[in-house]
């Protein structure tokens, strides 16, 4: 901005320094077709016309070379030059047409107040000087050959005054509309700033928005509302191509406003949108914003809040729980231990000790959420962070089980507890080796590094090759105590979810050929520039 504010002061200059020329030309020509058409002897009784017929002609021919050859000036000292030239020809032209009784001395209060408009202050206040003393000093010249009357001094010191006085007022003149045009750039700037930041919050926000005129042509569609819709060019078409459903909710509601419009199902991602419409009165063209929300995420935001006030109680019926749970299980164990058993008790103790493990094994899981820790994340690395934990995992995985790392260039630097990112990928990687393990064996998982090309951020995909997840099972997967597994919990995914959220990252499944994919898309880490 001050670049753009350089220029635009410098293409004011440029301006008021062709306006001066435009003035000494004028004032030269109409100099010399009064002279050329005697009508100088009317006006200019005092005057020496030898005198005044040269310097008229002199002023023409210099002003016009003055302009040919310093058309662009821009030094400071070459402007008060030309200032100074101008003064001191209009003061002989002043002398030779006869003092105060000619209009010249007009002629130079107009020049001192155009030339002050390129001058600054003291030097602009010092050809102000300049002209009054010649105004001055040159009737006071004259009144040797011309006596003056006291009549005539007072008028040419009243011009001397006057010199002054159009200095200083061209000058604070110019001071003002400075100030003006500075806090014109400010607003005009901090008006730029705000649109670009409403623009960035808008891309930004999950919300879709979209900006539809009268004939429901999309003017304004935010990445949301792109994603949202499953459609990636939106502005400058009409809704209807893309979705007759939002278009039937949208007559529906300008039929009447007061009803809550239906939710509606985007088939291209499976995803139930919720829509909801506001008219902008004062647009010119009737527009209407249209706000589209996930379901998804609302059901889950409510399932979050539900879950807090019940993580109080399933703690404390944990705990109560836990106790009788390992007397059973010690029971059992103690009873599979007796000589006297067969195999069918044998058995049967067998699926008390395993039903009491995967029992304890939820009471766990609900321990572990009603005593989770506040997040703390920290200026994470992921290339070499996660190789340290692929080398680790590695050591620990079976013969059965196999690990592969890809990694691509970027730069990888995040916000993310290290704990919890542990907890996550270990719960993603046992996931991956369980469903793998179904079709193959070894049981294989591929975990993927890479920058995302449209939001610049780094993203990690854990990818398996099992049997993948069913259509109807994948909106499920993160919900509390939903399993595929018979030995499953069901709450791995749900706590690998919200430790995600809980370091501002994002954890989602993507369907594939040939098994499933998680993806975490980690938070803005580098540090802005």
Same mark, same amino acid.
């Given at each position: 901005?001050?670049?753009?504010?350089?220029?635009?002061?410098?293409?004011?200059?440029?301006?008021?320094?062709?306006?001066?020329?435009? +003035?000494?030309?004028?004032?030269?020509?109409?100099?010399?077709?009064?002279?050329?058409?005697?009508?100088?002897?009317?006006?200019?009784?005092?005057?020496?016309?030898?005198?005044?017929?040269?310097?008229?002609?002199?002023?023409?021919?210099?002003?016009?070379?003055?302009?040919?050859?310093?058309?662009?000036?821009?030094?400071?000292?070459?402007?008060?030059?030309?200032?100074?030239?101008?003064?001191?020809?209009?003061?002989?032209?002043? +002398?030779?047409?006869?003092?105060?009784?000619?209009?010249?001395?007009?002629?130079?209060?107009?020049?001192?107040?155009?030339?002050?408009?390129?001058?600054?202050?003291?030097?602009?206040?010092?050809?102000?000087?300049?002209?009054?003393?010649?105004?001055?000093?040159?009737?006071?010249?004259?009144?040797?050959?011309?006596?003056?009357?006291?009549?005539? +001094?007072?008028?040419?010191?009243?011009?001397?005054?006057?010199?002054?006085?159009?200095?200083?007022?061209?000058?604070?003149?110019?001071?003002?509309?400075?100030?003006?045009?500075? %806090?014109?750039?400010?607003?005009?700037?901090?008006?730029?700033?705000?649109? &670009?930041?409403?623009?960035?919050?808008?891309?930004?926000?999950?919300?879709?928005? #979209?900006?539809?005129?009268?004939?429901?042509?999309?003017?304004?569609?935010?990445?949301?509302?792109?994603?949202?819709? &499953?459609?990636?060019?939106?502005?400058?078409?009409?809704?209807?191509?893309?979705?007759?459903? *939002?278009?039937?909710?949208?007559?529906?509601?300008?039929?009447?406003?007061?009803?809550?419009?239906?939710?509606?199902?985007?088939?291209?991602?499976? #995803?139930?949108?919720?829509?909801?419409?506001?008219?902008?009165?004062?647009?010119?063209?009737?527009?209407?914003?249209?706000?589209?929300?996930?379901? &998804?995420?609302?059901?889950?935001?409510?399932?979050?809040?539900?879950? &807090?006030? *019940?993580?109080?109680?399933?703690?404390?019926?944990?705990?109560?729980?836990?106790?009788?749970?390992?007397?059973?299980?010690?029971?059992?164990?103690?009873?599979?231990?007796?000589?006297?058993?067969?195999?069918?008790?044998?058995?049967?103790?067998? !699926?008390?000790?395993?039903?009491?493990?995967?029992?304890?094994?939820?009471?766990?899981?609900?321990?572990?959420?009603?005593?989770?820790?506040?997040?703390?994340?920290?200026?994470?690395? #992921?290339?070499?962070?996660?190789?340290?934990?692929?080398?680790?995992?590695?050591?620990?995985?079976?013969?059965?089980?196999?690990?592969?790392?890809?990694?691509?260039?970027?730069?990888?630097?995040?916000?993310?507890?290290?704990?919890?990112?542990?907890?996550?990928?270990?719960?993603?990687?046992?996931?991956?080796?369980?469903?793998?393990?179904?079709?193959?064996?070894?049981?294989?998982?591929?975990?993927?590094?890479? !920058?995302?090309?449209?939001?610049?951020?780094?993203? %990690?995909?854990?990818?398996?090759?099992?049997?993948?997840?069913?259509?109807?099972?994948?909106?499920?997967?993160?919900?509390?105590?939903?399993?595929?597994?018979?030995?499953?919990?069901?709450?791995?995914? +749900?706590?690998?979810?919200?430790?995600?959220?809980?370091?501002?990252?994002?954890?989602?499944?993507?369907?594939?050929?040939?098994?499933?994919?998680?993806?975490?898309?980690?938070?803005?880490?580098?540090?802005?520039?």
């Amino acid at each position: 901005m001050i670049a753009e504010a350089t220029d635009a002061t410098r293409k004011q200059a440029q301006r008021l320094l062709r306006l001066y020329h435009l +003035y000494r030309l004028s004032v030269g020509i109409t100099l010399v077709l009064l002279i050329s058409s005697n009508m100088d002897n009317r006006l200019l009784t005092s005057a020496d016309d030898e005198l005044l017929r040269n310097g008229s002609w002199l002023y023409l021919v210099l002003n016009i070379l003055l302009v040919v050859f310093l058309e662009n000036i821009r030094r400071p000292a070459q402007l008060f030059g030309l200032a100074l030239v101008d003064i001191l020809l209009l003061c002989g032209l002043f +002398y030779a047409a006869g003092g105060v009784a000619s209009p010249v001395g007009n002629l130079l209060i107009v020049s001192v107040a155009i030339s002050n408009t390129l001058l600054k202050r003291r030097i602009g206040v010092l050809i102000a000087a300049i002209g009054a003393l010649g105004i001055v000093g040159l009737s006071f010249l004259l009144s040797f050959s011309h006596p003056l009357s006291a009549n005539e +001094y007072l008028q040419a010191g009243t011009l001397g005054a006057l010199c002054f006085a159009g200095a200083l007022l061209v000058q604070g003149l110019i001071r003002r509309l400075e100030v003006s045009e500075t %806090l014109a750039e400010q607003r005009a700037s901090e008006v730029v700033s705000l649109e &670009a930041l409403n623009a960035l919050i808008l891309q930004r926000m999950r919300t879709g928005i #979209l900006v539809l005129d009268e004939q429901r042509r999309v003017q304004l569609a935010n990445q949301s509302a792109r994603t949202l819709l &499953a459609q990636s060019p939106l502005e400058g078409h009409l809704i209807d191509d893309y979705s007759t459903a *939002l278009v039937e909710r949208l007559n529906l509601w300008l039929n009447n406003p007061t009803l809550r419009p239906q939710s509606l199902k985007i088939a291209a991602n499976g #995803l139930e949108l919720q829509p909801s419409f506001i008219a902008l009165e004062q647009s010119p063209n009737r527009q209407t914003l249209v706000f589209l929300e996930d379901l &998804a995420q609302i059901a889950q935001q409510a399932q979050q809040l539900k879950l &807090a006030a *019940l993580g109080r109680l399933t703690a404390g019926i944990a705990h109560e729980i836990r106790n009788p749970l390992g007397a059973i299980s010690h029971a059992a164990q103690l009873l599979r231990e007796s000589e006297e058993l067969d195999g069918a008790d044998q058995r049967l103790t067998q !699926i008390i000790q395993d039903h009491s493990q995967r029992m304890n094994r939820v009471i766990e899981n609900v321990l572990q959420l009603s005593r989770r820790q506040q997040s703390a994340p920290q200026r994470l690395d #992921l290339e070499p962070w996660l190789e340290h934990f692929v080398e680790e995992s590695r050591e620990q995985a079976s013969e059965h089980q196999r690990i592969h790392l890809n990694i691509e260039s970027g730069d990888f630097r995040t916000l993310m507890d290290p704990g919890q990112l542990t907890q996550i990928l270990d719960n993603l990687l046992r996931n991956g080796w369980r469903h793998s393990a179904l079709l193959h064996d070894p049981a294989q998982v591929w975990l993927r590094l890479f !920058i995302d090309s449209e939001s610049q951020l780094a993203v %990690l995909e854990v990818q398996d090759n099992g049997p993948g997840v069913a259509l109807d099972q994948q909106a499920h997967l993160f919900e509390p105590f939903f399993t595929t597994s018979s030995q499953g919990t069901g709450l791995g995914l +749900y706590l690998s979810r919200e430790l995600c959220e809980s370091n501002q990252a994002r954890l989602d499944f993507k369907p594939r050929q040939g098994g499933g994919c998680f993806r975490i898309t980690f938070a803005h880490g580098r540090k802005q520039s």
